[in-house]
């Protein structure tokens, strides 16, 4: 019986996209659950691991990222997924790590772009 509640849930959620955009936004996510989930995951092993100066930057760092992922996960949830699609996108790691490399290239992302259709 939970399995037909899960199936419902799914189906109101991609009923909210437009036809073309259902499998891209499904698939967007399941990317944007597994990116909480790995953030969730990189924070227990920091506060594991690291200790001092270094436990705070990264713990800040990680609770940056965590608004932004959940305001794109709103976003796809509400049907808006152009969207969730560029929050998404630049919440990744190739854009964080340009991003604290002062670099402005978005060469190594290039793979993610067909994702949002730009």
Do not use: W
Request: hydrophobic content about 45%; glycine content about 8%; aromatic content about 6%.
């Amino acid at each position: 019986m939970k399995g037909h509640g899960d199936h419902a849930c799914l189906e109101k959620f991609r009923q909210k996209h437009p036809e073309s955009l259902r499998s891209n936004a499904t698939i967007l996510l399941i990317l944007q659950f597994i990116l909480i989930l790995l953030l969730f995951a990189t924070a227990v092993l920091v506060c594991l691991v690291d200790t001092g100066g270094r436990l705070v930057f990264y713990l800040l760092l990680l609770g940056g990222l965590l608004p932004p992922l959940l305001a794109g996960l709103f976003c796809n949830t509400n049907g808006k997924y152009l969207t969730a699609a560029i929050i998404t996108l630049k919440c990744t790691p190739c854009q964080v790590q340009n991003l604290l490399s002062g670099s402005s290239s978005a060469t190594s992302c290039d793979i993610l772009l067909p994702l949002c259709r730009c």
